[in-house]
């Protein structure tokens, strides 16, 4: 069955620093990633989006991420962390058949400490 | 820039009442969802639309109906709200899997 790993509750790191969050997927072939974030009370909003082709991808608000096949992993990196990047953080999958289903992990919640 | 809207940004309605949350978007995606997000639990997915007039049960569909007559227009429905779907409603479009796009959400409190 399909699963997204996010192994992370909650990271507080002080600002300036660099970030990342880890995110594990099980699927069964390669399937397409995405990293979302979402702000109190709000929606989400895309970050990125892996497809194929080049394993790192840059994303809006200075994040990317780097696909990893053999670790079946996606995580999200930051160098330097701005305190508006305080928020929920949600690694997904898509499935690239139908490209109707998706799964989501449990969120990371991101402190950022002055 | 796609835009999904969702009707109200908050909602408190009573045990029994029935409960429409409306959701539109602008792009023409063929692919619509319903998600309810409650702490500690993540995004569950309730119903998806592939399409006008149909529609596929998600993970939790038990007490919800979904109706979708426009495709820019995807809307749920409580039948008879209950105080344990007091929540965060997201809807969300997609074209094919090329990632969601989501509304701001409408809390819905039923007491």
């Known amino acids: 069955a399909q699963s997204v790993t996010q192994p992370d509750i909650h990271i507080t790191v002080s600002e300036g620093a660099s970030l990342e969050l880890r995110c594990n997927y099980s699927?069964?072939?390669?399937?397409?990633l995405f990293w979302y974030v979402q702000s109190p009370g709000q929606g989400l909003q895309l970050l990125l989006k892996?497809?194929?082709?080049?394993?790192l991808v840059q994303g809006i608000k200075g994040f990317e991420a780097e696909f990893k096949r053999s670790q079946s992993s996606f995580n999200l990196r930051k160098p330097s962390v701005h305190w508006s990047d305080a928020a929920e953080y949600f690694c997904?999958?898509?499935?690239?058949?139908?490209?109707?289903?998706?799964?989501f992990g449990t969120g990371t919640s991101l402190t950022v400490i002055p | 820039d796609v835009k999904v809207t969702q009707s109200s940004r908050y909602l408190v309605k009573r045990t029994g009442e029935k409960v429409f949350l409306e959701c539109v978007q602008d792009?023409?995606?063929?692919?619509m969802f319903w998600y309810r997000q409650d702490p500690g639990l993540g995004l569950r997915l309730i119903y998806f639309?592939?399409?006008?007039?149909?529609?596929e049960k998600g993970d939790i569909p038990e007490g919800y109906s979904v109706s979708r007559e426009k495709k820019e227009r995807f809307s749920l429905i409580l039948e008879s709200a209950s105080t344990n779907q007091t929540s965060m409603y997201l809807c969300a479009s997609s074209y094919r899997g090329q990632g969601q796009y989501f509304g701001p959400g409408t809390r819905l409190t039923v007491t």
């Open positions: 699927y069964g072939a390669t399937p397409y």
């Open positions: 892996y497809f194929s082709g080049d394993t």
């Open positions: 639309s592939y399409d006008v007039k149909m529609k």
């Open positions: 792009m023409d995606h063929e692919n």
């Open positions: 997904a999958v898509g499935e690239r058949n139908t490209g109707n289903q998706f799964y």
